[in-house]
C-alpha cells in the first residue's frame, strides 16, 4: 500500500460551509475505502495549510481518483504528495 501526504486548503465555499466538514470527512473517509485504502490520519493544522491527511492506497491511480473527486466538490484545494516510509527510503539510496 502506498501513502500519501495531502496538504489541505479551504475554499471560501469551504469555510463558509465549516459546519459541514465533519461530514465532508465522513465522505472522504469512505471514498478512500471505496479505493481500497484508508486514511490513516488528519490533522487540523495552523500555517500555511488548514489540514493534513495521511491516507494509505493501492496506488497512484487511485491517489488521483481521490484528489479529483474531493477537489470537485469545490469545498477544498489539495496537494498530494507521494511519500515514502523510512524502511524504503533506505532501499532506495542503498540501491543508487
Known sequence: MA?????INF???GI???KDSPTRLDDAQALARSLGGEMKQIFLTMGGYDMVAITELPDDEAAAKMALT???GGNVRTTTLRA????TCRQ???SL
Open 70 to 72: 474531493v477537489g470537485s
Open 92 to 94: 532506495i539510496v542503498a
Open 16 to 18: 463558509e460551509n465549516i
Open 11 to 13: 475554499t471560501e465555499q
Open 84 to 87: 515514502f516510509d523510512e524502511a
Open 3 to 7: 501513502t500519501y501526504i495531502s496538504l
